[in-house]
């Protein structure tokens, strides 16, 4: 049997788990956090919220269908590193490219297996995300406690300039099994079809996706691009994305955000991008324990009472109490009771803290984007109009 | 929205006597279901016919009838109780069948009774497969190609559009009876024309093959605010061709990527939304193209199932419970999440372990040992076991040596290193087969060169296991070669090689193996089962073991702690009855302040509802295993004598291990199997026995058949269910005997009695404290000794036997289970012979007959054997009325019947002999023994005729005892047929039958008339001499087309009563509780 090297997880706590090295074999820090999501390994690799971040998946078994041309959520890994409890070097699959150990190790990503990633949740479920150092390469558990503790905290961070896009772009992939309960072309009587501006704080490709296959042209924005930028293309709707890490450092978002409120353009925020609204609305965010990662969240819809079962990725969220009054809570977790998606009383706005595009997760939440769609239509040649459309 | 209001009184139907396909998972979702309404104030009426079901203790239900699972009788207690609903998804295919055959005979509609669940258009859309393709098609979702038909002309044209092979599958049976797959004509035709029998609305579809795909069953929820939510994925090892409950099953899918997965959630949600389950579970199956990933719908049971008890077992998610909360209106997300309490049910479990469950067959009860059947889409196995790891090579090993099977984990078949051509030709057809030892199979040709590739190619099994499978054959590899160390060794451990596993490849013992590992430190944790993959704090008690460093079963350092051994898999001989002793014993001690610890590998049963006992350990039930546990928890001691042969045989291994064994010391157990030690102790005792030896050639058992005269009964000692039990007549056959079964025998000896031929047979079941002893019943069979009493049906209480008789019964067990010193349950069998009673064995623990007898008399025997056990005395328990009087007495009859899985089985003769066939019982329970006798038959499934015609061969011995019977039907109106023999030999006592040809004589002969249905009760005993082929072919015709079939004239004269019976009176139902407040003493326990 072929021989791994042995690698080292060490905790700011002082917790040390070995294990046998994989992927990468280099040195690698950031916030340790687990995700429970069974499925979609590669996605949550791929996912640039996930910056700064070392995810423990707590299925024992990642690896099994290796990786496909399908199912990447950006053009690379983003994850600092990767804890399993075991890694599988033979996958099997119709769609499988190539085994996730050579993935991780052609994108520079670490990882460890042969760990209790169980005990590691554990932890984490009980001391909240904690920062660590995963080394194949040092031995010395006091000097990477020392680095482990001199993280920076994932508090206060602008993550969100790091994983954007450099310059602007238009997307057209769509999916490739087409978009479940998603009306192909919710905009009949357009002429043109909707031209949505996405402002890329992490974006994932799924988002772009869905709303390639809902018809729509897509911009896609760096997180630093102003308000004038995204007006200059006239667009019927405007996505706030997904990102990394902390939202309130990312000011320069929130005040974009608030000047775009002014025109009235219909909007939509998703996770960051949700957090982003809140604050440019005036409300306030603050860190969870532990986080959401996961595709088995329950979110109740308060207008329908009915519940989706969505996929979720954040750490930070919005305090609810802090809404202000024209932004009436619209959905919470079943879980927690935590806000999970608010709209405005006057403005064609809305958001949601979790992942309608699920990838990966359950596709209950798609028909969000229809009801993007819809806000769209509605508010279409009425964009610049000098009264608020009540909806 | 709350629950409903309107409702305050709701009929449960369970699922009837255990058969192949639907088995104590229905108790375990039953159980489950009644708890739920019961605790949202329903008033809950059960029918059932399986007394040996937790469900139908009379605690549980409000109204419990143990009546037949038939229209007429539903309509019964449906008139009697005037529920406003039904709710027919707990009780498998058997509860759903009857409610949609109480919808189209207008029985519901007439007392206003609603549905609840499943709409009855549920039912039909999802089982019928016509309109289940239809509705499909305008989703739409993917099929196989297919067409339904209803005669052999439309299976031609069909073939011709189709292509083979085909798949032929009946409408509305259970687990795919009569079904299968055809690849040339000649088969379809055949397969078809068995499959239109088999379908009671006689359609039958025919299917393009899917044979090899990949094959995956979700396990769904939905609530009337359609909220949806899966609580379970699961693969199938075995690819599609093998019916799922023969498979090895994996939780959750291993080889989809997230897309793939989640498409097929979408695809489950809208077929389960246009099929109209409105409140419930479901189970939806596909099959995925391995090549292409194109995914098609293979069916939806839209109610509880064998899959979803095995998903509730593997997530901690009580899918039963919440489907009946669910139908009377609450949505999922108004329910607490059982296992987090704080989270609401409306989620999707997330697991971090792999389980696996690996069926267990009985095909040696059948076909004889060697035989290895294939394995196709009509279901085969008899039980399961399920383990859980967290790795699935782990999980695979655990559950592979929780089967019993004599493997302690993963083994080969045995084979040189190098493999001969012949050797290697067998290997290949033993991989392209589906069989019961292919997994076997499987190890032996990766240990012989083939790789994963070839494998997976013959096998059609996914890369991906056999890739699994790879690295325990690896890793098995290097440990022959080089020396064991700490790493190493738990290394092997956490790929799941059990101790003994170890020990045989390293030489040297378990026990040495143990020590080592003690040594080394290698030991297992406990991890928790909590749906949520430790997200969340969980404090349910419910855990398995594994390798990983982290152990969180922190055990209670209470003093008061029992540990309880379970049953293991199901199988043919020790079945649901052991369960619910189990249980019951749990429930005694939990009531006496005791702490309780469970250990069983069973997922389909109550025992393993981690609500069940104080702590579930969902463990192997082997000693490595129990020792673990025992050293973590430290209980006061081990009850072993619940879970039938199973903890038994693990009763002296643990003792010395130093265990201590509550109850019946083990020396004692020992000593009742030990049939030279039993023998002398009769002898002192004063207790007659049968004349009998010992023998271990050949030689020795001719000199003891001799000496004790023919017929003899000749069996291996230390075996179940009366495997390979045999009368045998004369010399000759007993030397084939001998030779034939060394191999069952093992090393061990065989038993020659003298076979007392047309005794009457008597079952006792006792509780002794060591000094006093309760007889809880006293059964007689009815059919004579020489047929299994697992088989038998039998009388409660007895039906012929004169006081005296009784009295030397009720002595003799009284001397046996003192002098045994037994403190706890005890069985023992006799024979009545000219009026003497002889003792054939005695069993110091929980007997089938447990739950039989304790719904009868209303004293629950295992709990007063638990308790005793626990050192509390009998006449501090029994009701004061029964401390001297024993058996109790009772003012009405029970009879105990029986279900055979012959059907399951082609080209079986449907006889019975000393070797236990039958998988499951029923009881009738009426004012007397022939209503009684005709309920049992009722619910076996074999209802007696009130009229028409019979056919009647009997062997000579039979010709004087059959004219009475003959004459009777001819009263009742029947018309007789016979063959020329019998015909002649009734002709000349003066009753007329009309002649039928013999088979080959002439037509039409006897099976034609079967055929033509003219017949609607078949006579035929068979000769015990020599196999008589012409009645095999009688019986297995009868069979197949569900003609009433009586083989034995005890049997036959009690159908004729029954027959009688019928057409002078109507029977009727009542509860339970009425007939247990109509017995001369109280049957609530006394406190302690």
């Known amino acids: 049997m072929a021989r791994y090297a042995d690698a080292l997880l060490t905790l700011e706590d002082g917790t040390v788990f070995r294990g046998r090295s994989c992927g990468a074999l280099l040195e690698t820090a950031g916030e340790v956090v687990f995700n429970t999501s069974m499925t979609g390994y590669q996605e949550i690799l791929t996912d640039p919220s996930y910056k700064g971040q070392i995810v423990c998946m707590t299925y024992p078994h990642i690896g099994n269908y290796g990786i496909t041309r399908e199912d990447s959520e950006s053009a690379r890994p983003w994850v600092e590193g990767l804890v399993v409890r075991e890694l599988c070097r033979t996958p099997s699959n119709w769609q499988s490219t190539e085994a996730l150990d050579v993935f991780l190790r052609r994108n520079g990503i670490p990882a460890i297996e042969g760990i209790d990633t169980r005990a590691l949740t554990r932890l984490l479920r009980t001391r909240g995300s904690l920062r660590a150092v995963l080394s194949p390469l040092d031995s010395s558990v006091p000097r990477l406690l020392a680095k482990a503790r001199a993280l920076p905290s994932m508090t206060g961070r602008d993550l969100a300039r790091v994983v954007t896009c450099r310059r602007p772009y238009a997307w057209t992939e769509t999916l490739p099994a087409g978009i479940f309960s998603l009306p192909p072309q919710a905009a009949s009587d357009r002429e043109a079809p909707p031209h949505v501006a996405v402002l890329d704080f992490g974006v994932k490709y799924g988002i772009l996706r869905c709303l390639a296959s809902a018809g729509c042209r897509v911009t896609v924005l760096p997180a630093a691009a102003t308000a004038e930028d995204v007006l200059s293309l006239s667009p019927d709707g405007i996505l706030l994305s997904n990102g990394p890490g902390d939202p309130e450092p990312v000011q320069y978002a929130v005040q974009t955000v608030r000047r775009l409120l002014e025109t009235r353009v219909p909007m939509f925020g998703i996770c960051l991008g949700h957090q982003l609204l809140g604050l440019a609305l005036g409300a306030k965010t603050y860190k969870l324990k532990f986080g959401h990662h996961g595709a088995n969240h329950p979110v109740r819809d308060l207008e329908t009472g009915k519940v989706e079962i969505t996929a979720q990725n954040h750490n930070f969220c919005i305090d609810p109490a802090s809404l202000p009054p024209q932004a009436r809570l619209s959905h919470i977790n079943l879980n927690d009771q935590t806000c999970e998606g608010f709209s405005h009383a006057q403005l064609p706005v809305f958001s949601v803290q979790y992942h309608p595009e699920a990838s990966a997760g359950p596709h209950d939440s798609r028909h969000l984007l229809s009801r993007f769609l819809r806000l769209m239509d509605e508010h279409s040649g009425k964009i610049t109009g000098p009264h608020a459309q009540a909806r | ?296 719908i293979i069916e939806i049971n839209p109610r509880v199932s064998r899959s979803s008890a095995l998903a509730s077992k593997a997530t901690g998610f009580p899918i039963a419970k919440i489907a009946a909360k669910l139908a009377v209106g609450y949505s999922l997300d108004e329910l607490p999440n059982d296992i987090t309490r704080k989270t609401p049910a409306a989620f999707e479990p997330a697991i971090d372990y792999v389980v696996t469950k690996v069926p267990r067959f009985a095909f040696e009860k059948f076909y004889g040992a060697d035989e290895d059947v294939p394995l196709d889409t009509s279901m085969k196995s008899v039980g399961e076991a399920m383990a859980i790891g967290r790795t699935f090579k782990e999980s695979l090993q655990k559950a592979l040596r929780s089967l019993e099977i004599g493997r302690p984990g993963w083994t080969a078949q045995p084979a040189g290193r190098k493999l001969s051509a012949a050797q290697k030709a067998q290997l290949e057809r033993k991989l392209t087969t589906p069989g019961s030892e292919r997994i076997f199979w499987i190890k032996t040709a990766l240990q012989s060169g083939y790789g994963v590739p070839e494998v997976s190619t013959a096998t059609r099994i996914d890369p991906w296991f056999i890739g699994q499978m790879r690295e325990i054959v690896d890793f098995e590899a290097s440990l022959r070669s080089t020396p064991l160390d700490r790493e190493s060794l738990r290394r092997a451990k956490s790929l799941g090689f059990s101790d003994r596993q170890l020990a045989a490849l390293r030489g040297g013992t378990e026990a040495k193996i143990r020590e080592l590992r003690k040594r080394w430190g290698v030991r297992p944790a406990f991890k928790r089962v909590d749906t949520c993959a430790a997200e969340f704090d969980a404090q349910t008690p419910y855990f398995y073991s594994t390798y990983d460093p982290e152990n969180e079963a922190r055990p209670s350092r209470q003093k008061k702690k029992v540990m309880i051994l379970g049953s293991g898999p199901n199988r043919i001989g020790q079945g649901i009855e052991f369960d619910y002793s189990c249980v019951h014993a749990v429930t005694a001690l939990r009531e006496m302040g005791y702490e309780t610890l469970m250990v069983n590998c069973n997922p389909e049963t109550v025992s393993t509802d981690y609500d069940a006992s104080d702590r579930l350990y969902f463990e192997p039930l082997t000693i490595e295993d129990i020792l673990e546990i025992m050293d973590l928890e430290k209980p006061a001691g081990v009850i072993v004598q619940f879970g039938g042969q199973t903890p038994l045989n693990l009763a002296l291994p643990l003792l010395r291990a130093g265990v201590p064994i509550l109850g019946t010391a083990p020396k004692s157990i020992d000593i009742a199997e030990d049939r030279r030690r039993f023998a002398a102790l009769l002898k002192q005792l004063r207790i007659p026995v049968p004349p009998h030896g010992i023998a271990r050639t050949s030689a020795q058992a001719c000199r003891i058949a001799r000496r004790v005269g023919f017929p003899v009964i000749a069996r291996p000692s230390y075996v179940l269910g009366g495997r390979a039990m045999e009368i045998v007549y004369d010399e000759p056959a007993l030397k084939q005997y001998i030779a034939a079964n060394t191999r069952a025998a093992g090393r061990r000896e065989i038993l020659i009695d003298r076979f007392l031929a047309d005794a009457t047979e008597v079952d006792v079941d006792a509780v002794s404290d060591g000094k006093a002893v309760y007889i809880g019943g006293v059964m007689e069979h009815i059919e004579e000794a020489g047929i299994h009493s ?299």
């Open chain 2, 1 to 296: 929205m709350p629950k409903r209001a309107d409702l305050q009184k709701i009929i449960v139907v369970g699922s009837g006597p255990i058969v192949i396909g639907q088995a104590c998972e229905f108790d375990y979702s039953g159980t489950q279901g009644i708890k739920a309404l019961k605790e949202e104030g329903y008033s809950v009426v059960l029918v059932n016919s399986n007394p040996a079901t937790i469900m139908t203790d009379p605690q549980l239900a409000d109204r419990t009838y143990i009546e037949p699972l038939t229209p007429e009788f539903l309509e019964m207690v449906i008139a009697r109780e005037k529920p406003q609903a039904l709710l027919p998804t707990l009780g498998g295919q058997t509860a759903l069948n009857l409610a949609v055959a109480l919808s189209e005979r207008g029985v519901l509609e007439r007392h206003g009774v609603e549905l609840i669940g499943a709409k009855l258009s549920a039912i039909t859309q999802a089982e019928d497969r016509q309109l289940f393709k239809s509705v499909m098609q305008s989703i739409p979702l993917d099929l196989p190609r297919s067409r339904v038909i209803t005669g052999l002309g439309e299976a031609r044209g069909a073939a011709r559009e189709l292509g083979f092979p085909l798949v032929v599958r009946p409408s509305f049976t259970l687990g795919g009876t009569g079904g299968g797959v055809a690849y040339h004509i000649q088969e379809l035709i055949a397969r078809t024309s068995s499959a239109l029998e088999a379908s009671p609305s006689k359609k039958v579809l025919l299917e393009e093959s899917v044979i090899g795909w990949k094959e995956y069953e979700l396990e769904v929820m939905r609530d009337w605010r359609d909220n949806f939510v899966v609580i379970c994925s699961i693969e199938n090892v075995d690819p599609m061709g093998v019916h799922t409950g023969d498979s090895i099953t994996v939780a959750p899918a291993q080889t989809l990527t997230d897309r793939q997965y989640q498409e097929m959630r979408d695809d489950a949600r809208r077929a389960v939304r246009a099929i109209g389950v409105e409140t419930g579970g479901c189970n939806v199956q596909f099959a995925v193209d391995p090549k292409t990933g194109r995914r098609v």
């Open chain 2, 790 to 1088: 697992g088989d038998s049906a039998c009388t409660l209480p007895p039906r012929t036997l004169t006081p005296e008789q009784l009295s030397t019964v009720v002595e003799y067990t009284r001397r046996t289970a003192l002098a045994l010193r037994v403190v706890g349950l005890i069985n023992i069998q006799f024979a009545i012979k000219d009026g003497a009673v002889y003792l054939l064995e005695a069993n110091p623990r929980a007997s089938r007959t447990v739950p039989f007898v304790s719904k009868a008399t209303g004293i629950p025997l295992a709990k007063l054997a638990a308790k005793v056990i626990v050192g509390a005395r009998l006449k501090s328990l029994l009701p004061k009325a029964l401390v001297s009087a024993s058996p109790p007495p009772l003012p009405y009859a029970a009879v105990k019947g029986v279900v055979l899985p012959f059907l399951r089985f082609p080209g079986v003769d449907p006889t019975l002999g000393p070797e236990m066939k039958s998988t499951g019982e029923v009881m009738g329970i009426d004012t007397d023994f022939v209503r009684a006798f005709i309920k049992s038959q009722a619910a076996a499934g074999t209802a007696l005729p009130p009229a028409g015609s019979v056919f009647i061969s009997v062997r000579d011995e039979d010709k004087p005892a059959i004219l009475s019977a003959a004459a009777h039907l001819k009263h009742l109106g029947f018309t007789l047929h016979a063959t020329h023999n019998t015909r002649d030999f009734l002709a000349r006592h003066g009753i007329e039958a009309r002649p039928v040809f013999k088979i080959g004589d002439g037509k039409p002969d006897v099976v034609d008339l079967l055929k033509q249905k003219s017949l609607s009760l078949v006579i035929n005993t068979p000769s015990g001499r020599r196999a008589r082929k012409d009645g095999y072919r009688i019986r297995r015709t009868a069979l197949e087309l569900n003609i009433n079939c009586i083989t034995n004239i005890h049997a036959c004269e009690m159908a004729i009563h029954g027959i009688s019976m019928l057409r002078d009176s109507k029977l009727s139902a009542r509860p339970l509780q009425e007939l247990h407040a109509s017995l001369p003493y109280s049957v609530s326990m006394r406190p302690l």
